[in-house]
């Protein structure tokens, strides 16, 4: 989820007020207060006006030329960078060793998370550390003045004090961790956004698809029944006739199938279209495979590796559903033959997510899919083998369908070596259900 191209806009704007903040900041700082020396109120003056040129020259520049998001990006990134330095200075020029505002690094440590991307954040990060740390080194060495504050407990010095390598240490790690900190969670908190969006916008997707589906599928049904009603009319009239009488079963066979489908497509656009039972994974994968069969050439071979697994909470329909698909995409993936292996295992403490997960493991040896297509490959409508007749709605459907059931598909994938789905179920409490029957038992006792 990129962030709008009016940011770039937004952050002049905030400057604006920014150079004003500084300027009144300083006023009050050595005018009233009398805390920072004439020489670097009028520096800090310097830096503000500094400010203000270069924000007018990114104003001017960004309504005269047409922006694109990598515009927007390198915009914003030149703008921090001039920020970074005329901070830097502004603190210099006012004992950045005991500036309580040498943290205000941090607001441009959470811009550059928000609108850069890759690893431009922490070069911000680092260009912000090395300006600060460089300043603080120079000034311990005597290699530059100081130009120190003046805080009421010090006015009977004669002289500032000096400052303590020890304590531009501590300041110094404080400070660089606070931005490196900052752009970790913030970053994170980014992407973890992101890949809620990126959720929330296909199941809005999927959930239009089913919707209009489900319409397309009322459409066919209503002229369904009336086909069976005559072609059972039909076969009442030729039942003399063997040859006529078994076309008219595999005609009755053929729209009997083809109802069960339509019926099956209408479910999809209910909310909640899943019985959520006791599933036994084993028997779902076993039951996939007898309607998969056999007949996929003398070069591809199906295995199977199925441990001692618990049940798992889930629809054991749909999970067949999902399981077949898999593995016809699987087999599509092996042209020129290969190995489709379905396993079983109990992920344990494996699973972050939640302990003991039962995974089942869908494991090709085809062409694979490549790195940029992965996070494409669950969108609606995205196939790679739309010559062959793919839709790309099978995976989107797959994700959905168990996400409903309370769980995730994840995908491994190298180029020429297979491809690897994992359906992640979360198991049964088996507590729960325990006293689920009891309470049945004893409410059948009642009645």
């Keep these: 989820m990129r962030l709008p191209p009016e940011g770039a806009q937004w952050l002049i704007s905030l400057r604006w007020v920014a150079c004003a903040s500084v300027a009144v900041t300083i006023g009050v700082t050595s005018v009233l207060l009398d805390v920072m020396d004439l020489s670097g109120a009028a520096a800090g003056i310097g830096c503000a006006t500094a400010m203000a040129c270069y924000n007018l020259m990114f104003q001017l520049r960004q309504r005269d030329r047409p922006v694109g998001p990598r515009e927007v990006e390198r915009n914003i990134f030149v703008q921090i960078a001039f920020d970074l330095v005329a901070l830097t200075l502004l603190l210099y020029f ?124 009322h459409q066919i049904a209503n002229p369904l029944d009336g086909l069976q009603n005559c072609l059972r009319r039909i076969g009442e009239q030729v039942q003399h006739d063997e040859h006529l009488t078994e076309y008219v079963e595999m005609m009755t066979e053929a729209l009997q199938r083809i109802e069960r489908t339509t019926k099956r497509v ?37 295995e199977t590796q199925l441990d001692d697994v618990p049940a798992v909470l889930g629809d054991p329909y749909t999970l067949q559903e999902v399981l077949f698909n898999l593995c016809t995409n699987a087999l599509a993936a092996m042209p020129d033959g290969g190995t489709l292996t379905l396993s079983t295992t109990q992920l344990g403490r494996q699973d972050d997510d939640q302990m003991d997960s039962v995974a089942i493991h869908v494991r090709d040896t085809g062409v694979g899919i490549p790195p940029m297509q992965l996070e494409k490959i669950f969108e609606p409508f995205y196939t790679t083998r739309g010559e062959s007749g793919g839709t790309g709605l099978g995976l989107g459907l797959c994700r959905m ?25 979360h198991p049964t409490d088996t507590e729960n259900e325990t006293e689920d029957k009891t309470e049945a038992e004893e409410l059948s006792k009642r009645t």
């Excluded at 006015?155 to 500032?160: D, F, K, R, T, W």
């Excluded at 994840?410 to 180029?415: G, K």
């Design 94 to 217: 006012s004992d950045i060793s005991r500036n309580p505002f040498l943290f205000f690094f941090v607001f441009h440590m959470i811009i550059a998370s928000m609108y850069l991307h890759g690893r431009a954040p922490y070069l911000v990060a680092g260009m912000a550390t090395v300006l600060v740390g460089a300043t603080m080194w120079l000034g311990h060495l005597g290699w530059i003045p100081r130009f120190p504050i003046h805080l009421p407990t010090e006015l009977n010095l004669a002289q500032p004090r000096p400052l303590d390598g020890l304590y531009l240490i501590g300041v110094f790690l404080a400070f660089a961790s606070t931005l490196f900190f900052t752009v970790y969670f913030t970053v994170s908190m980014h992407r973890y956004v992101d890949r809620a969006h990126a959720s929330l916008r296909q199941k809005e997707k999927m959930l239009g698809i089913g919707q209009l589906v489900a319409s397309i599928g």
């Design 401 to 425: 369908l168990i996400s409903e059931m309370g769980g995730r598909i994840e995908v491994h994938s190298a180029l020429q070596r297979g491809t690897t789905f994992t359906v992640v179920l």
């Design 266 to 302: 209408q479910s999809f656009a209910r909310p909640r279209g899943i019985k959520l039972q006791r599933t036994d994974v084993n028997r779902a994968v076993e039951g996939t495979l007898q309607v998969l069969g056999t007949g996929h050439g003398a070069d591809v071979r199906i």
